[in-house]
């Protein structure tokens, strides 16, 4: 059986290809795309809100105060239209983000105590709508500067004054710690990352291992060498077990040096989180892995055994990404948590339990629960492909 | 000695909607396809056996039952006496099995491959390297052991393969078409190595297509037509079927009287 096993692996060692997608990928380019993204959508964020904003505003002579006060205000400039039929031409155009209408007799309302309608003009259909956050923020700002004046002209103390503005204030306490939350965040899509690697990494294996034999003429007489077909089955199946852990386990490793390394620029939130994290939550982390990773390997292998073709397999194999994506995108919904019910739903309880573990909040109950009943149905699905592969019906499909 | 005595093997039929194309083979009823109805034959030693027949007579599903790849329905199949149906496993040490298809690793060296098979058939490292050693020199495959299978030329894994093939030193040799495809020189390469294997002593059974091989090769010749043993008997005896000495004659009044 080791003789297979090392004969399969030095081969896998030799291939370039399999080299890429199991240390390369994990390793560097992983790290690389995500830690790349979440610096750019940082700085893009930092950047939209701290750039200028165009606009224009009709009707300055009926509210001088307002339109002081978005002159003022920093990263506004205004840009002259002259006429307000043009506004969605201008807006189109890009030469002003927003437009402002002020209707005739602004300022007699105020002065009357009653309240007025300010038109607000822009192009809402953006993911994140900063144009109207910035612009609301002056509004309040300038609403709370008249409340104020006409609530002190009633003469009430400071106390009276803030039950006037707000009789009930809502005072946050929260009870998650920074790497809770935090975890809730990187937790959600680490499992996905981590799962996928190990899945992608054992894949061209698995076509090489069944469905190459076959292309290739090797397998007959693999077949015909004195191993029982058990310990056939069972090297190829370690050789797929140990590529999806390696990679995956190499990926944890990785991500976790270049988040200790360059942390800072991500964002101090993470890191913290990541050293909160101690060896044995990520050791637990691992641990997840292993019987997920034999779930791979053992469904990877009967179907790549079953193909007749490299082809064959790859068209295979790519709708079971599909179907084992599904369990694990469950997971990320808002609402499933780990509870029992969850955690017998195979993958699904795996990515929650990783969650979990990342935010530090584990049952460990339920986590043996889960590398319990995950082993279990990897084994059961280890015995089927065993029995899969004695079939002459798979072997010598053609 | 090798002894075949009413090989049988079915299959699962495939469903077809176009019934009435298949209904002709008589070997397909009740769902299953009677890929070989009765195969009996014997070879003894030092003879080597001729499988001929058309294609898709079930040549290659005969010579899978004899390598233990496949298990039959009914039938007994012995090599110097071992029920290779009984211990398969036992059976395997003693079959040398190559057919055209087969293949190489191609990023194992022509020498990692042969060494690997010999490790799949528990040979000891001294044993494995002496008898490694012994078949590169007779093969002439030195100047090439190193190199990655696939980067050898057709001839050089020709060779390879019938290495790999008998460096468990195998009591009996089965080739399933091994000759099929391959050009003059490396096809000879091939019949060189069966002739090599006659003077051994070692029982050999090929199945081929080409009747000026069986001329040069066989002692006794078999064949098989629509899963049924159609003639088994020395090559002199099938010479006079034909009422001529060619074989080509012969070959066709067995399968022509068949149907």
């Given at each position: 059986m080791w003789t297979v096993y090392f004969k399969e692996l030095l081969e896998l060692v030799r291939d370039k290809k399999t080299f890429i997608f199991t240390v390369l990928v994990p390793?560097?380019?992983?790290?690389?795309?995500?830690?790349?993204?979440?610096y750019?959508?940082?700085?893009?964020?930092?950047?939209?809100?701290?750039?200028?904003?165009?606009?224009?505003?009709?009707?300055?002579?009926?509210?001088?105060?307002?339109?002081?006060?978005?002159?003022?205000?920093?990263?506004?400039?205004?840009?002259?239209?002259s006429d307000p039929a043009l506004i969605k031409q201008a807006i189109d155009q890009e030469k002003i983000k927003f437009a402002l209408v002020i209707p005739p007799g602004f300022e007699e309302s105020l002065d009357r105590h009653r309240q007025v309608a300010v038109a607000l003009h822009y192009n809402n259909a953006v993911a994140v709508d900063l144009t109207r956050k910035r612009v609301t923020a002056v509004i309040d700002a300038h609403n709370g500067a008249l409340r104020e004046a006409a609530l002190s002209a009633l003469n009430m103390s400071k106390a009276e004054l803030r039950y006037a503005l707000n009789p009930i204030k809502l005072e946050e306490h929260s009870t998650a710690g920074n790497r809770e939350r935090m975890g809730a965040v990187v937790g959600g899509f680490l499992p996905y990352i981590l799962l996928m690697v190990c899945l992608m990494a054992a894949m061209y294996p698995?076509?090489?291992?069944?469905?190459g034999e076959k292309e290739r003429g090797t397998l007959e007489t693999l077949l015909l060498a004195p191993i029982p077909r058990t310990q056939l089955v069972l090297a190829k199946f370690l050789v797929l077990f140990t590529v999806g852990l390696t990679s995956a386990l190499l990926m944890v490793a990785s991500m976790g040096v270049v988040l200790s390394l360059f942390g800072d620029a991500l964002g101090g939130q993470v890191t913290q989180m990541v050293r909160a994290m101690g060896l044995l939550d990520l050791?637990?982390?691992?641990?997840?892995l292993v019987p997920t990773a034999a779930i791979f390997a053992a469904i990877l292998l009967s179907i790549s055994i079953y193909a007749k073709s490299y082809k064959e397999?790859?068209?295979?194999?790519?709708p079971l990404m599909m179907l084992i994506l599904v369990p694990i995108v469950v997971a990320m919904l808002p609402g499933v948590e780990l509870n029992w019910f969850w955690s017998?739903?195979?993958?699904?309880?795996?990515?929650?339990?990783?969650?979990?573990?990342?935010?530090?909040?584990?049952?460990?109950?339920?986590?043996?629960?889960?590398?319990?009943?995950?082993?279990?149905?990897?084994?059961?699905?280890?015995?089927?492909?065993?029995?899969?592969?004695?079939r002459e019906e798979v072997l010598f499909r053609n | 000695m090798i002894e075949v005595k009413g090989l049988a093997k079915r299959f699962a039929a495939p469903v077809h909607k176009e019934r009435r194309a298949h209904a002709r083979d008589p070997r397909e009823h009740d769902g299953w396809f009677h890929a070989v109805r009765d195969v009996s034959f014997q070879c003894a030693p030092g003879e080597v056996l001729g499988l001929l027949g058309p294609n898709g007579a079930g040549k290659t599903t005969t010579l899978r039952i004899l390598s233990t790849a496949l298990r039959p329905d009914a039938g007994v199949a012995t090599i110097n006496g071992l029920d290779i149906l009984a211990t398969p496993l036992v059976a395997r040490q003693r079959i040398g099995f190559l057919s055209g298809s087969t293949g190489l690793y191609g990023r194992l060296s022509a020498r990692e491959n042969v060494e690997y098979f010999g490790r799949l058939h528990n040979m000891a490292p001294d044993h494995l390297k002496r008898r490694c050693d012994l078949l590169f020199d007779q093969l002439q495959m030195n100047e090439f052991a190193h190199k990655r299978a696939d980067h050898l030329s057709t001839g050089m894994r020709q060779k390879c393969a019938i290495a790999r093939t008998v460096i468990h030193e195998p009591q009996v040799v089965i080739l399933d078409e091994p000759t099929t495809g391959l050009d003059v020189m490396s096809a000879k390469i091939l019949?060189?190595?069966?002739?090599?294997?006659?003077?051994?002593g070692i029982p050999l059974i090929f199945s081929t297509h080409h009747l000026?091989?069986?001329?040069?090769?066989?002692?006794?010749?078999?064949?098989?037509?629509?899963?049924?043993t159609a003639f088994s008997g020395t090559l002199a005896d099938f010479r006079h079927l034909g009422r001529s000495d060619d074989l080509y004659d012969a070959f066709v009044s067995v399968i022509n009287e068949d149907q």
């Open positions: 390793i560097v380019a992983m790290p690389l795309i995500f830690g790349g993204l979440g750019l959508t940082s700085t893009m964020f930092k950047k939209s809100e701290h750039a200028e904003l165009t606009y224009a505003v009709f009707g300055k002579e009926h509210a001088p105060q307002l339109s002081e006060r978005f002159a003022r205000e920093k990263g506004f400039r205004e840009v002259a239209v698995a076509i090489d291992l069944g469905a050791f637990m982390v691992a641990l997840m397999a790859a068209g295979m194999i790519s017998m739903v195979p993958l699904t309880n795996v990515s929650l339990a990783m969650k979990e573990l990342v935010k530090g909040t584990m049952d460990y109950r339920m986590f043996f629960v889960i590398l319990l009943s995950t082993t279990l149905i990897a084994g059961l699905l280890l015995a089927w492909c065993r029995w899969w592969f004695t | 019949l060189d190595f069966i002739a090599s294997y006659k003077a051994l000026h091989e069986v001329e040069k090769l066989c002692d006794r010749v078999c064949i098989i037509n629509h899963g049924k």
